[in-house]
């Protein structure tokens, strides 16, 4: 979620009506192992997250936006699916855990930290991003999971009719994302700008101090200077 963008709303959207669920926890990831870095800061993309709640009451499911990975990325703690899986199950004692991923992180499921771990903590919900890729998931879930009841799939909206179904929703949901996500990075800039202005501000202060006191030398000769 760097920045939470229209694939990952259609993602969502796709995982929550395949499996209905009661309530979603969107978490970003403090350091993604598929990434270098970030663009935003961790509470900025958290915060950016909030997102979200216009889906949320549209399908009827509760949200939680939470900051949990970032925060353990902020006090340098690795930062593994498996370990906020175990969190929320400890949390959540008898609930039923759905992870939804895209069908790229499918195809490399494997290499995951402790992947098996994963699947007996929850379902995997896999949308497909390609058209056409989905032979090569099916192929690689059963790889992954010979009994077939822990990697659902759920149907993506790349489909044109499923598109013109859902198109004018889509619309009001993504402009109420952008509109949101837009507010928050200008606030973030606006912030940003704020300080350069008054560290700018302290070092012209800073400055007309030093010229007083070379005024000051020259008034009254180099003895004042050396002092």
Partial sequence: FDPPHYGHMNNLRAAAARVCPDRVVVMPAGVSPFKQGTSAPGPLRVEMCGCFAELAREMGFGLEVSGWEVEQAEQGRKNYSVLTLEKLARENPGDELYLAIGSDMLLSFDGWHRWEDILRLAHLVVTSRN?????????????????????????????????????????????????????????????????????????????????????????????????
């Avoid at 990697?151 to 952008?178: D, N």
């Avoid at 008054?198 to 003895?223: I, K, T």
């Fill in 131 to 227: 058209i056409g890729d989905d032979p090569a998931l099916h192929a690689k879930a059963r790889q992954l999971d010979a009994s077939g009841a822990r990697i659902l799939f759920a149907p993506f909206g790349h489909r044109r009719l499923r598109l013109r179904q859902q198109a004018a929703g889509a619309r009001q949901v993504g402009a109420g994302v952008l509109v949101g996500i837009g507010v928050v990075r200008a606030r973030h800039r606006l912030s940003r700008g704020v300080e350069f202005a008054r560290r700018r501000r302290q070092g012209g202060a800073s400055r007309e101090r030093q010229h007083a006191s070379a005024d000051r030398c020259l008034q009254q000769g180099p003895e004042v200077c050396e002092a």
